[in-house]
């Protein structure tokens, strides 16, 4: 978690209903991800150049590789980074290139397989970076994941899911929503669009608004599924999916379940 009332470089660690506990500082620049309760995160060397670094199973950092943290894989085995002047997709554990990234839009889906767009077609990297298959054409923007093995997709005119293991992309809203992301369980899908933030049930589509505390910049699900964190400039909210409870979490943002 981040507070914005503390400075950009206060960060927090905690769980709903729990008083967190101050990071240590590790010269974090820009936002750390947690992955299986390990800090991946970039720091400047020397002041000047990005190097990714992650902790270990004991806390100690270890150094991965050059380049600004982009997207981690929520089993843990890679990561999307930014060298220079290129998107790269790396082997978390010992900071191995396996692919280099054409321009677009990238998710990572909650089994590990990382997707992405372009303007001709959405693309399925293996997870050792060799191999690549098209799972769809045509022009699309990768807005996040959705269940096991989902990647919700937006077009100039909705927001569809395609899954990953049949191929099939099945129409989820008839526009294309600004932010939408989906819970790891498959159950339940935040939206972010011109009509407010909201969370929508896939059993039944029922719909219940989301707080926000100020203009939404992220949401964020934890991956038991149970909390999703909406994201704002000023602050942020963590909402409990099945019965709605809100914690208004103040100046401070979770960054990273």
């Known amino acids: 978690m981040r507070s914005a009332a503390a400075g950009p470089e206060a960060y927090l660690a905690g769980s709903p209903g729990a008083r967190p506990v101050s990071l240590p500082d590790l010269g974090f620049a820009g936002l750390p991800r947690l992955v299986h309760g390990r800090l991946v995160y970039t720091a400047l060397s020397g002041g000047v150049l990005p ?22 894989d929520p089993t843990g085995h890679g990561l999307t980074a930014f060298v220079q002047s290129e998107r790269h997709m790396l082997d978390l554990a010992s900071g191995r290139l396996l692919a280099k990234l054409v321009p677009g839009t990238y998710a990572w889906a909650n089994d590990g397989q990382l997707v992405g767009a372009d303007a001709k077609q959405v693309t399925l990297y293996s997870a050792d970076g060799r191999t690549t298959r098209v799972v769809a054409s045509g022009y699309y923007i ?45 159950r339940w899908l935040a939206v972010v669009d011109a009509g407010g933030a909201n969370l929508v049930s896939r059993a039944d589509g029922h719909t219940t608004a989301l707080p926000r505390p100020g203009p939404v910049v992220g949401l964020a699900w934890s991956a038991d599924s149970a909390w999703l964190a909406v994201q704002t400039p000023f602050g942020g909210a963590a909402v409990h999916a099945d019965d709605g409870r809100v914690l208004d979490l103040g100046s401070v943002n979770v960054v990273s379940w």
């Open 51 to 72: 190097q990714i670094w992650a902790t270990g199973s004991g806390g100690c950092p270890r150094r991965v590789g050059e380049g600004t943290v982009d997207l981690v």
């Open 142 to 186: 990768v807005l996040g994941a959705l269940g096991p093995t989902g990647v919700v997709l937006g077009t100039a005119t909705a927001t569809s899911l395609l899954d990953l293991a049949s191929g099939q992309v099945t129409k989820l809203i008839d526009h294309r929503a600004e932010t939408a992301v989906g819970s790891p369980d498959g």
